[in-house]
């Protein structure tokens, strides 16, 4: 597995979530823009004072890759289906 440089597409993406509400900023790939989010947030709420960062990495499979490892079957079994932000880069 490799990290994705298909051109155009984000190497990363950063997204802030208030830890009292859970509401969450946009994905933005400049982490600055999630920063944005988070102060415009306390400025409506200031007893909201701690957030956590999602941040998302693109990884690609070469081909010759394509053996699904046992662990992550199980996982794709028990897992529902991701609804993530970062969706509308795929
Ligand atoms: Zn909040």
Known sequence: M????TP????VLHQLE???????????EQQV??????????KRHPDHRGYREVV???WRMPPGQGRTPTALKIHKQ???PSRGCWSRFL
């Open 8 to 11: 155009g597409a984000p190497r």
């Open 18 to 28: 208030c830890a009292t509400c859970h509401a969450r900023s946009a994905c933005h």
């Open 78 to 80: 028990r897992s529902p």
């Open 33 to 42: 823009s999630a920063l944005d989010w988070a102060f415009n947030h306390l």
């Open 56 to 58: 998302t990495k693109f």
């Open 2 to 5: 490799e990290t994705d440089e």
